[in-house]
């Protein structure tokens, strides 16, 4: 059987009606159909005109009586709402509590495209007590690559980053909170970190570094690398030892079972959706503040079971820095000045393990390494452009 057009009839007639073939005899309808137009055309400015203004009359009035311009806008260009401050806050210092931070930081914008150019960048985030002594290698490393990258360093509260203007590092201090090492207030800072850097909407990908750390490849590599990963970098592993599975307390069960515990290095990498995550979450957090105290070490076990129990298949699972714990004990090796020559940098670029890339294998596993001693500065700085490639 055949369905009824009763749609298109309807159309049809509509398109028909909407400017009458002959209404009056005499007058061609090319004229009639300009007339119309030019008189609806006339009225609607009019009509417009009119309400304008008196929609502007009756707004200003209204503000004026409520907001007078004199005393809420002194410089009312100034401190119009704009989009730029938004997406990128022009100062990193504010006065906001972590709790009031962490909010504001884990907004997502519903519409998927942003309304302005966005190139992604990668933040740079030391956790450091004060000093910085590798800042002239990272300022070397940054060079030339402005737009692509941000910086922020969480120190001591009282602690002044003295560095010059033209340095990557300065204004970068974000407010600070003391930190006690192998307590939960190390996995505050972190967060802090992240949160201060997830307010510039452009930072896509988050890598936490210390003040013992150093670039091993040049930054292009390093961008690219971390850009088009599909995996985050956090280590994560499984050990069934005192210092593995032994850090587990079963007060966390069952939010948190003994078969999701990892363990992992502290220095991690994250996008930035898995960065939102973690600045969210309470409910884990609460537990590791609570159960995971003297010697838990909650920095080398909060992101590692977070990512394990909830977004185990972005995370690549290893580490991207390079760190030499062959010498055994609880701290690893420190290089300094002696060690430094082209070999050895080298052997970190590619020390012989292949690891696993968006699927497929490389040798290029490590773009960071530490522990290096301040005296290591100077030799370092005379192998960038041979060795490092910056
Ligand atoms: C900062 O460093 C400069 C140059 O190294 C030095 O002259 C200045 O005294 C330092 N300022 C402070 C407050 O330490
Ligand atoms: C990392 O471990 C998780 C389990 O937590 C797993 O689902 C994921 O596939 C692993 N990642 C890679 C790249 O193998
Ligand atoms: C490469 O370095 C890592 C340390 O980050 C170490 O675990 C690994 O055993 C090293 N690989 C080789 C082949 O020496
Ligand atoms: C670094 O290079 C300079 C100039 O080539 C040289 O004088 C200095 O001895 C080198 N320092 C080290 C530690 O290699």
């Known amino acids: 059987m055949e369905m009824k057009p009763i749609l298109k009839t309807r159309e049809d007639e509509n398109s028909t009606d909407y400017f009458p073939p002959s209404p009056r005899k005499g007058l061609p309808f090319g004229f009639m159909k300009l007339a119309c137009g030019l008189v609806l055309f006339m009225g609607g400015i009019i009509l417009g005109m009119t309400m304008r203004a008196r929609f502007n009359w009756y707004f200003t009035s209204q503000t004026e009586l409520f907001f007078p311009e004199t005393i809420y806008c002194t410089d009312c260009d100034r401190e119009a709402m704009d989009l730029r401050s938004f997406v990128k806050p022009s100062n990193l210092m504010h006065k906001m509590t972590d709790d009031e931070l962490f909010w504001r930081a884990t907004m997502v914008p519903k519409i998927e495209d942003y309304p302005f150019k ?40 009282d602690y002044k980053l003295n560095v010059s203007r033209n340095s990557a590092f300065y204004g970068r201090q974000i407010p600070s909170e003391d930190v006690q090492w192998g307590s939960v207030t190390l996995v505050d800072a972190e967060k ?6 997830l307010l510039d909407f452009s930072n896509e990908r988050f890598v936490l570094l210390s003040e013992s750390c150093i670039p091993v490849f040049n930054f292009p590599t390093v961008y690219e690398y ?7 970098f956090v ?47 309470y409910k884990c957090y609460s537990l590791f503040q609570r159960h995971c105290r003297p010697s838990c ?6 992101i590692p079971t977070y990512l394990n129990m909830f977004r185990g298949a972005l995370n690549a699972n290893r580490s991207v820095t390079w760190v030499d714990w062959s010498r055994g004990g609880p701290h690893p090796a420190r290089y300094g000045r002696e060690s430094i020559t082209q070999g050895f940098i080298e052997s970190i670029r590619n020390n012989g393990t292949i690891c696993t890339y ?10 960071f390494a530490r522990k290096f001693a301040p005296s290591a500065l100077e030799p370092l700085l005379n192998l960038t452009s041979t060795v490092m490639d910056f």
Request: charged share 20%; proline share 7%.
């Open 118 to 157: 966005r190139v992604p960048k990668v933040a740079f985030m030391f956790l450091t007590r004060g000093p910085l002594p590798f800042y002239p290698l990272w300022d070397r490393f940054f060079k030339g690559h402005k737009g692509l990258f941000s910086v922020y360093v969480h120190a001591l509260p």
């Open 358 to 367: 968006n699927n497929e294998p490389t040798s290029v596993c490590y773009l």
């Open 235 to 281: 280590q994560s592993y499984d050990e069934d030892s005192s210092r593995g599975r032994g850090r587990y307390n079963t007060r966390m069960y069952p939010t948190i079972m003994l078969s999701q515990w990892r363990k992992g290095s502290q220095w991690f990498e994250l996008n930035r959706r898995l960065a939102i995550d973690i600045v969210a979450d």
């Open 226 to 232: 971390l850009i088009n990963s599909a995996h985050s």
């Open 192 to 197: 802090r970190l992240l949160a201060n850097a």
């Open 297 to 302: 070490y909650p920095d080398e076990h909060y």
